[in-house]
């Protein structure tokens, strides 16, 4: 089987960081695009940042200039870094990757989701 397992998480005062990995395992044959999504209470989820292959990146504009992601293919990895963060920030943030197997494509492998808490 195939799957996403992330690391990290936590509480953080606001102003500080914090950093979030995210690793695919399994018969994978390649990742196109993986990416970081975040949810709040009572809100949908939302895209953060997300990162082809080659290293194109994309932010959401709440985000900009404070997070960074990042990935190590080898490792089958994507990063999250976060800094200067708010309480805004405060969500259950999911990892997100395009994996093909031999057994089936699929267009978004979510993983569990890490709670990051930002206090005032």
Do not use: H
């Not at 985000?63 to 990042?70: A, E, P």
């Amino acid at each position: 089987q195939v799957q996403l397992v992330e690391f990290g998480g936590g509480l953080v005062q606001a102003g500080g960081s914090l950093s979030v990995s995210c690793t695919a395992s399994g018969n994978i044959v390649k990742i196109n695009s993986m990416g970081w999504y975040r949810q709040a209470p009572g809100k949908q989820r939302e895209l953060v940042a997300d990162i082809t292959s080659g290293g194109s990146t994309n932010y959401a504009d709440s985000v900009k200039g404070r997070f960074t992601i990042s990935r190590d293919n080898a490792k089958r990895t994507v990063y999250l870094q976060m800094n200067s963060l708010k309480p805004e920030d405060t969500a259950v943030y999911y990892c997100n990757a395009a994996v093909v197997t031999p057994y089936i494509n699929y267009p978004e492998l979510w993983g569990q989701g890490t709670l990051v808490t930002v206090s005032s």
